[in-house]
């Protein structure tokens, strides 16, 4: 089946939070997301590149409902300011696109000190999702959709060095277990669902190889990606096939399905061991939380 926007069912009346949604496949899948109805945050950094971007969208689909929230993922307290904000316009959440991402940048630090990649693409969304938590939960049908890679699968965790201090920075080392994390974040947040009997469900996905400003560090990708890349709207359909199609079920991953999962139509692919590894989801979960401050505790009744 070659599933495309065409197979998304309508999504109107469903609020939407895209992270990274001024480039690349945050951009396409937020766009995708409002041609289909559903009022969409377009969650970025650069208020300059994300009000083009709504720009862009309303100039293609005049009636969508997008707006523009500020969100610095390399600072965890521009991650709390934007879930405030959020709650005190909306009751509800329905869709959090977990996008945005760094790929390989030289040795950098977030705002709070760590490694960039870990911080950026781990750290930050893994604060989002939990400050977001009741409006997920309060929601029937809710999902959480995090962009991984296949590069997940190079990835390993360094519980005593995530951020390289000690073991001196390697950043396909950094990128390669900040992706693994995003996996090992999106299933244990699946088993918490189901432990609580949240209706809400947790998935994944990868775009393969699809070019875009991501890859601004590696040049060598980009002089490969006329060859064998695919277009930011057709690496977004595996997010977009996680977020909407009736049949996902919570702790799934979609992909291409061509030869190495690099380009395709989306569809049900598979991980390392390591991230379905149950210990080190707990692990880092306990470990997440200690770094960002933030609980996924339930209140007490």
């Known amino acids: 089946m070659k599933w495309t926007t065409k197979d998304m069912p309508d999504q109107s009346g469903r609020q939407a939070i895209v992270t990274g ?8 899948t937020a766009k995708a997301l409002a041609a289909a109805g559903a009022e969409v945050t377009l969650a970025c950094r650069s208020e300059r590149k994300g009000q083009d971007a709504v720009a862009r969208i309303l100039e293609e689909h005049p009636t969508a409902k997008v707006s523009l929230g500020s969100l610095d993922l390399s600072d965890l ?44 693409n781990h750290l930050a969304h893994f604060a989002l999702t939990g400050l977001l938590l009741d409006l997920l939960r309060a929601t029937p049908g809710a999902r959480v959709v995090t962009v ?33 994390a995003n996996l090992l974040f999106a299933f244990q947040l699946q088993r918490r669902f189901e432990t609580e009997r949240v209706g809400s469900i947790s998935v994944a996905a990868h775009p393969g190889w ?65 991230a379905r590894n149950e210990e ?22």
């Open 21 to 28: 949604a001024n480039t690349g496949i945050g951009f396409e």
């Open 77 to 120: 307290s521009s991650v709390r300011t934007f879930a405030v904000e959020y709650r005190v316009d909306h009751q509800h959440l329905d869709l959090l696109i977990n996008n945005a991402g760094v790929m390989i940048p030289p040795e950098s630090k977030t705002k709070q000190g760590f490694e960039l990649q870990f911080g950026v």
């Open 148 to 180: 991984s890679s296949a590069a997940h699968r190079m990835g390993k965790l360094d519980f005593d060095d995530f951020n390289f201090f000690e073991r001196g920075y390697k950043p396909w080392e950094a990128y390669g277990q900040s992706k693994l």
């Open 210 to 274: 699809t070019g875009t400003d991501l890859q601004r560090n590696a040049w060598y990708i980009r002089a490969l990606n006329l060859f064998f890349a695919m277009s930011p709207a057709q690496g977004a359909l595996p997010t977009l096939r996680a977020a909407t199609a009736p049949e996902v079920k919570g702790g799934e991953y979609y992909g291409p399905h061509g030869f190495r999962e690099m380009r395709g139509y989306p569809v049900k692919v598979g991980t390392s061991d390591d």
């Open 280 to 301: 080190d989801g707990a692990r880092l979960w306990q470990v997440s939380e200690e770094m960002t401050a933030v609980s996924y505790a339930r209140p007490a009744a």
